[in-house]
T-cell receptor, first 121, second 116 residues
């Protein structure tokens, strides 16, 4: 079974600085998706960024980028120019692609335990 | 925002009572999911549905049942609530289980359930 580990329960960053959140995962599959979700105090789950395992290029979305190291099974999130609105719980998640070619796959996600990010003004 | 409504938003109940949480979607999406969120555990899948009357268990399904009689509604039932089921429950939906680059999982706003 796949597992996702986030070893940093809490992180803090100064406004305008850069912070990196860590995520490691364990799987025997060669093809999968990885995600970072943001959960602000409103409880809403917001997709931040996604990475396809078959792509070597790291995904980027504006100030958010990932460092995907497939061999090391590592998927860290870098937030540049941190803003007060970035303060939230961040979850790393894994999606298996088993069965996708015959319509048997779903969007079931396996989540890490989360990292609570505080942004200091 | 995807049209997902969870009800109730908050509920307090007593141990041993039955509880039903409702997830309603207006997107006509095929897949629906129930997750629970607990400190130190992240979100864990309880049950999911891949069509009307088609459901399957997730990783923490004990003590929960689900039903999906219509595309738009996915009900989660705690037959006899226990204090360990105090949690925030999230419903999520997705259109399909494929590889489309715009494939997304949309989440509801969650239901805070307290079992006393």
């Amino acid at each position: 079974a796949q597992t996702v580990t986030q070893s940093q329960p809490e992180m803090s960053v100064q406004e305008a600085e850069t912070v990196t959140l860590s995520c490691t995962y364990d799987t025997s599959e060669s093809d999968y998706y990885l995600f970072w979700y943001k959960q602000p105090p409103s409880r809403q789950m917001i997709l931040v960024i996604r990475q396809e395992a078959y792509k070597q290029q790291n995904a980027t979305e504006n100030r958010f980028s990932v460092n995907f190291q497939k061999a090391a099974k590592s998927f860290s999130l870098k937030i540049s120019d941190s803003q007060l609105g970035d303060a939230a719980m961040y979850f790393c998640a894994y999606r298996s692609l088993v069965g996708v070619n015959y319509g048997g796959a779903t969007n079931k996600l396996i989540f890490g335990t989360g990292t609570l990010l505080a942004v200091q003004p | 925002d995807a049209g997902i409504t969870q009800s109730p938003r908050h509920k307090v109940t007593e141990t041993g009572t039955p509880v039903t949480l409702r997830c309603h979607q207006t997107e006509n999406h095929r897949y629906m999911y129930w997750y629970r969120q607990d400190p130190g555990h992240g979100l864990r899948l309880i049950h999911y549905s891949y069509g009307v009357k088609d459901t399957d268990k997730g990783e923490v399904s004990d003590g929960y049942s689900v039903s999906r009689s219509k595309t738009e509604d996915f009900l989660l039932t705690l037959e006899s609530a226990t204090s360990s089921q105090t949690s925030v429950y999230f419903c999520a939906i997705s259109a399909r289980g494929g590889l489309a680059t715009n494939e997304k999982l949309f989440f509801g706003s969650g239901t805070q359930l307290s079992v006393l």
